[in-house]
């Protein structure tokens, strides 16, 4: 795995120009995250019960979690390109499992986009934090962070393996990551009992982040 990756990344390094337009395109992405952020701290005490502190650091864990996704386990969701196009037979008989080697098919240089903004803003939300952070919580941090990214894989794991019955996933795979951006780093509070629900039961965007938070 180490030697495709490190082979991935030097390929995407051949286009200097290409790369830095990928990592800079992964750090655009997350701007309203950030508008949000400071709207919030700036404008607003607090949201659906939450000290604004408390709510930027749900927005940073989702970000966190979801950067670290598009880093290590993103590239499942273009399963369902593969599928359609009829490109992932070939994996179907090399001596490796399918889902490896989807995930290794590429670098996905955006990520580092993601991450840089991600990091700042979960530094921000720590040091705006009036927690005690203890050794305990601290480890409960990064198992609530790791546990997103994993809840989010899970998902398009699921999407992944739906596109090869139904040719339409592509469009849930969209509609589901529009769904996380938006609701994803609000605490659950702030809506309707049935979308809380929702949310939580049938599509578990809260255990992203705002449950861990």
Same mark, same amino acid.
């Given at each position: 795995v180490w030697r495709i990756t490190k082979l991935n990344f030097k390929a995407r390094l051949e286009y200097r120009g290409e790369f830095l337009m990928g990592v800079a395109i992964g750090a655009i992405w997350q701007v309203?995250?950030?508008?949000?952020?400071?709207?919030?701290?700036?404008r607003f005490p607090g949201l659906g019960g939450w000290s604004s502190s408390d709510v930027l650091l749900i927005a940073s864990m989702r970000m966190l979690a979801h950067g670290l996704y598009v880093l290590f386990l993103g590239r499942i969701q273009y399963m369902n390109i593969l599928v359609q196009e009829g490109i992932v037979d070939p994996c179907? =008989?090399? &001596?490796m499992p399918v889902y490896r080697q989807v995930q290794l098919a590429f670098f996905p240089v955006n990520a580092i986009g993601d991450l840089v903004v991600a990091v700042g803003l979960f530094a921000a939300a720590l040091q705006r934090s009036s927690l005690d952070w203890t050794a305990g919580r601290i480890t409960y941090v990064?198992?609530?962070?790791?546990g997103g990214m994993l809840v989010e894989a899970a998902l398009f794991t699921a999407l992944a393996a739906a596109a090869f019955h139904f040719p339409a996933?592509?469009?849930?795979a969209q509609w589901l990551e529009e769904?996380?951006?938006t609701f994803g780093s609000y605490p659950?509070? =702030?809506? &309707?009992k049935v979308a809380s629900a929702a949310f939580?039961?049938?599509?578990?965007l809260a255990f992203i982040?705002?449950?861990p938070a």
């Open positions: 309203s995250i950030i508008v949000f952020a400071s709207v919030l701290l700036t179907l =008989i090399r &001596p990064v198992a609530g962070v790791l996933t592509s469009y849930w769904l996380m951006g659950l509070s =702030i809506l &309707p939580t039961f049938v599509v578990p982040a705002y449950f």
